[in-house]
């Protein structure tokens, strides 16, 4: 009998390894398909934000390598009473956003609560109807990555978790051309800690 349940917890050990293994490697090709589409976009002289003397030289992006530990399950709460607003951005323009909801996580014992927003306008359009908008400042601002902050992509999620994938972190247009308007990260969304994963500071040499 003892062989039997030794035998059986090996197997529920192998599967649940296997399974874990799998899930890493699919967050690795997550970044990679992350960062093909973002290099794609930026060669396509009909979508890159580059300058033109910029894209006639421009071969990549330049991105931190894969880090597991930057892909965060948080808490998520939604706050369906809260009120639109226009966000400030870096021009006169001034988009309407709401806040959605409230992602909470935890990262080297310090508690952190990141506001998530939802753009007044792209929620009307059948491709953006889920669509929900990140934008942050970390300890990187300014040193290895743009120094207005960065955004993130989101999904409206199903339950009361929300993945927030930093390796898809992504810089501003703005960062690349003064010429772009783009929303500036709220205070409240300030990361006293480094995010070293997503797009890092541009480059123009590369």
Do not use: W
């Amino acid at each position: 009998m003892k062989r039997i349940l030794a035998f059986v917890f090996l197997v529920f050990i192998t599967i649940t390894l296997q399974a874990q293994n799998k899930s890493k490697d699919s967050l690795y090709q997550e970044t990679l398909a992350f960062q093909k589409e973002q290099n794609s976009d930026f060669k396509d002289k009909e979508e890159s934000p580059l300058k033109a003397k910029d894209l006639k030289t421009f071969k990549s992006l330049d991105f931190f390598a894969h880090n597991p530990r930057m892909v965060i399950t948080a808490s998520f709460k939604e706050t369906p009473d809260a009120l639109p607003f226009f966000m400030t951005t870096s021009t006169e323009r001034k988009p309407l956003y709401r806040k959605y909801g409230e992602a909470t996580f935890e990262i080297d014992g310090e508690k952190y609560t990141v506001e998530i927003y939802q753009n007044q306008r792209l929620k009307y359009d059948k491709k953006y109807k889920d669509h929900l908008f990140l934008p942050f400042n970390d300890l990187t601002n300014g040193v290895e990555t743009y120094g207005g902050g960065r955004y993130l992509d989101l999904t409206i999620p199903k339950g009361k978790t929300i993945v927030l994938n930093f390796n898809k972190a992504y810089n501003p247009y703005c960062a690349y051309n003064e010429k772009y308007s783009c929303p500036i990260p709220p205070e409240a969304n300030f990361l006293n800690f480094e995010i070293k994963a997503g797009v890092k500071a541009f480059d123009k040499l590369k």
